[in-house]
């Protein structure tokens, strides 16, 4: 039997400030159906947010793609790369209406997306601490 994989209430975006500051810091990937924001958390582990709005379709449909997403993430989790100062990030994924996908098309659409946003996170700070270093008088 393999790695037991959990989804706890610790690994969860919840306040709509959380998701505000996840917006606000305006990074983010689209692969397939999902678009995913992405923000350093500064905590050792990622956290998850999901939208799924009306346009998905009825409740059972929008449940369902909340489903695949989080256990998408569920199983990817340990597998997005960690921040350069090793802290996580806190994932926004927004689904679009889309056709019926398996679970592994959502894993790869997640995974990509967020591999994405995080390499462009990671660019950012990178730039960021050039900027700060460099260009003084000697």
Known sequence: MGERL???????????????????FKVRK?????????????????????????RVGNAVARGKAKRMVREAFRHERSG?????????????????????????VWREWLVEAANAAIRVVEKRVVEKGAGEDGGGDV
């Not at 959990?6 to 606000?24: G, P």
């Not at 997005?80 to 592994?104: K, T």
């Open 30 to 54: 689209s692969r397939g159906a999902l678009t995913v924001f992405v923000k350093p958390n500064g905590l050792s582990e990622h956290r998850l947010g999901l939208s799924v709005g009306k």
């Open 80 to 104: 997005i790369p960690m921040g350069g100062d090793g802290c996580g990030f806190d994932l926004v994924v927004s689904v679009r209406p889309h056709d019926p996908a398996g679970l592994e």
């Open 6 to 24: 959990f989804y706890r209430k610790r690994h969860r975006v919840r306040t709509s400030d959380e998701f505000s500051a996840v917006f606000d």
